[in-house]
């Protein structure tokens, strides 16, 4: 179980971990712009202006980013419902904190971690790995703080979330 919080830090994506940045210099982050659907442009945008580093992108469909924070965790910023009907780009923002297999963490830890810290779902897929999300949705439009909040609420409710797995 120990394996599961060491992995709270350097987890998130095994595969794209080792990709290099593009350049952030171009992305533009405005607090009170209202966001209806975002492109990678804006993900990007949102996860450089908490000083986090976008680490790859496209890993996870054509509008997603792997991010790591100041403090080391990576974590995932996913585009979904993207180019439906009239509306460009991705009305759906999947956050994601995923950590590799553990089988010691059981299924009741995985409930009560869903009942402790109900701003985000907790689960485990079909391979074993175990993940956190938040998700956004963005009809009629959000401010890109508010989306920028959601990944704060993310990164600062997973080590809770660790600890119930863990039983501590």
Not at 90 to 99: A, I, P
Not at 126 to 153: C, F, K, Q, W
């Amino acid at each position: 179980m120990r394996n599961l919080f060491k992995l709270a830090t350097a987890a998130a994506f095994a595969a794209g971990g080792l990709s290099l940045a593009a350049p952030a210099s171009a992305q533009t982050y405005s607090a009170g712009r209202v966001i209806e659907a975002v492109s990678t442009s804006d993900l990007k945008a949102i996860v450089t202006s908490l000083d986090h580093e976008v680490v790859a992108e496209g890993d996870y469909g054509n509008v997603s980013i792997s991010a790591r924070s100041d403090t080391g965790t990576n974590y995932l910023v996913i585009g979904t419902a993207c180019n439906v009907g009239d509306v460009a780009g991705c009305q759906g923002v999947m956050l994601q904190v995923r950590f590799d297999a553990d089988p010691d963490i059981t299924t009741d830890a995985l409930i009560q971690a869903n009942l402790t810290q109900a701003a985000v779902n907790t689960w485990r897929d079909p391979s074993g790995t175990i993940g956190v999300t938040r998700y956004v949705v963005l009809d009629h439009g959000v401010t890109m703080a508010n989306l920028r909040e959601n990944v704060l609420v993310l990164l600062s409710l997973t080590p809770s979330v660790v600890q119930t797995l863990l039983g501590e």
